[in-house]
């Protein structure tokens, strides 16, 4: 009747929600990039990586493309782009 | 595991499944990295339980726990009782989480306990406005006039006839170190909330205005200016109590008209062409400003 149902940590890492972007996803330009972290620290994912000016980029395998990060950007530096191609 | 390094980073990770732009993921994580890895979360049934861990997968870096719908606050207790048994509550934060229909309705009474036991947890309310897991059910902290299936807009109604449950101040009136609320449109606000809370030993509550996309027919990429709005209208007060005292708010030197919130959202979408209907929810923010001194000086 009882049986153990523990997860192991982080094992979500198996899902690639990458797949689920439909039209738009996020390209960097890595030219204004003041190094804020706005972007990291609100993508619903937590997909983006970057600790220095003009270096941050998005992981596409996990990224749901929202459009959040670009809107974030205090010097729109991001900018969603066509999604067409990317798989 | 993926080798890459946001999967290091994190303590809520890439590959939960939520909704693209959910607001709830995002303040998720917002608390979760504040709290770090030495922390244990219990967490109530509802959306971030269920995108989160599609069992046998998980998208936490920490120890956490599914409770039942109503008793997550009763369980972070025991956990909490465990670690002083255990010696290890100097080192182990504990978080106890659920949505605002696992809080401030069926939760309310495992919440208060906890509260009044004087546990030392933070407790967290996302709280994203109705049962979203289940399919957008009017909760106690539905606001006025909002469309959810349970309290439909139509010729009798003009969506939810009550206002939202005034929750921080019923966890405030337990005299609790440390009660507030918070917004995803404020990250930075969040994390520093969570930071003191979690300095504080003690019952702590926060509840986080997180939008959801999917319930309020918003776009994903509205999420934090619709939250934004809330604030800057009136509608979501940013408050802060000590000891049951009100001590601090985000002030509101010129409030804006609740249309700009309203129109960026499919659940308040018949409220646009009724000039009476649309008083009424200028009226609750106005009362907001009011009693909670949002726009007064000094
Ligand atoms: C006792 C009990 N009643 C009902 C349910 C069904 N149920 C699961 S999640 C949910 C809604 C959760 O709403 P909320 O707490 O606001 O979280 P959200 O999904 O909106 O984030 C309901 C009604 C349940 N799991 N247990
Ligand atoms: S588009 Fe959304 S999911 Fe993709 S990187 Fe930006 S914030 Fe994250
Ligand atoms: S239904 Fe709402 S709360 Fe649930 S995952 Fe989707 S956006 Fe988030
Ligand atoms: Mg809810």
């Not at chain 1, 996020?26 to 003041?34: A, G, R």
């Not at chain 1, 994912?45 to 000016?53: N, S």
């Not at chain 2, 978080?95 to 229909?101: E, V």
Request: hydrophobic residues 35%.
């Amino acid at each position: 009747m009882f049986s153990v149902l523990a997860a192991i940590p982080k094992s979500s890492s198996r899902n690639r929600t990458g797949s689920w972007r439909s039209l738009v996803k996020p390209h960097y330009l890595q030219k204004e990039c003041i190094n804020c972290g706005l972007c990291k620290m609100i993508c619903p994912e937590g997909c983006i990586e970057g600790t220095e000016k003009n270096q941050y980029s998005a992981d596409l395998d996990y990224c749901k493309g929202c459009g959040l990060c670009a809107d974030i950007c205090p010097k729109k530096d991001i900018e969603m782009v066509s999604n067409q191609g990317t798989e | 595991m993926s080798e890459r390094g946001h999967f290091e980073e994190h303590c809520f990770v890439s590959g939960h499944t939520a909704c693209a732009g959910c607001g709830q993921s995002m303040a998720a994580r917002l608390v979760a990295d504040v709290a770090g890895k030495n922390t244990i979360v219990t967490n109530a049934t509802g959306c971030l339980e269920v995108f989160s861990t599609l069992a046998p997968q998980t998208a936490w870096g920490t120890p956490w726990i599914h409770s039942l719908f109503e008793n997550a606050a009763a369980v972070a207790s025991g956990v909490e009782a465990a670690l002083i048994h255990l010696g290890k509550l100097d080192s182990i934060r504990v978080i106890s989480q659920g949505g605002d229909g696992g809080t401030a309705d069926i939760g309310l009474q495992a919440l208060s306990g906890m509260l009044e036991r004087g546990h030392d947890i933070l407790y967290v309310c996302y709280d994203n406005e109705a049962y979203m897991n289940t399919g957008i059910q009017r909760s106690g902290l539905t606001p006025f006039d909002a469309h959810t299936t349970t309290s439909p807009r139509g010729t009798h109604s003009s969506g939810n006839p009550k206002q939202k449950k005034p929750l921080v101040e019923i966890c405030a009136a337990h005299h609790i170190p440390y009660a507030a609320t918070a917004s995803v449109g404020n990250p930075r606000d969040v994390q520093t909330k969570v930071k003191k809370a979690l300095d504080i030993r003690g019952p702590k509550f926060i509840q986080i205005h997180v939008p959801c996309p999917l319930g309020w027919g918003s776009e994903p990429v509205d999420t934090i200016k619709i939250a934004k709005l809330a604030v800057a209208t009136g509608l979501f007060p940013l408050v802060e109590y000590e000891y049951g005292r009100l001590l601090r708010v985000t002030k509101l030197p010129s409030p804006k008209p609740v249309e700009e919130y309203l129109k960026l959202q499919g659940r308040f979408k018949h409220l646009l062409k009724n000039a009476a209907e649309l008083k009424k929810v200028q009226e609750v923010a106005q009362k907001n400003i009011e009693y909670y001194g949002l726009n007064s000086k000094a």
